[in-house]
């Protein structure tokens, strides 16, 4: 069993910056692909970046490539998401997931552990 749990949300203006982070608990981690999805208000849940097990390998959704930046410490059980440059339609709540495989998929059903997401608001 894995929990998983966010943090890092906030009201940003368009343009700034902000860092969530997932912190997880049990002993599976290391070995677990993580993905970090988000759901807009009246739209479906999208992928926005994923990182293999090790952390050698990452994949981003196109709307958000050069600008998100997915990292992990797996001596820390945490994986991060460093968002630069904001805009207004990255507003969202924000899930981290941990997929049991080590690579992953940039399918949310795919995912076996989901946390309670944050809200990320982002200001025009």
């Known amino acids: 069993q894995v929990q998983l749990v966010e943090s890092g949300g906030g009201l940003v203006q368009a343009g700034g910056s902000l860092r969530l982070s997932c912190q997880a608990s049990?002993?599976?981690?290391?070995?677990?692909?993580m993905g970090w999805f988000r759901r807009a208000p009246g739209k479906e849940r999208e992928f926005v970046a994923r990182i293999i097990w090790i952390g050698t390998s990452t994949y981003y959704a196109d709307s958000v490539k050069g600008r998100f930046t997915i990292s992990r410490d797996n001596a820390k059980n945490t994986v991060y998401l460093q968002m630069n440059s904001l805009k207004p339609e990255d507003t969202a709540v924000y899930y981290c997931a941990a997929n049991k495989g080590p690579t992953g998929s940039n399918y949310d059903f795919a995912y076996d552990y989901w946390g309670q997401g944050t809200q990320v608001t982002v200001s025009s």
């Open positions: 049990g002993r599976t981690f290391s070995s677990s692909a």
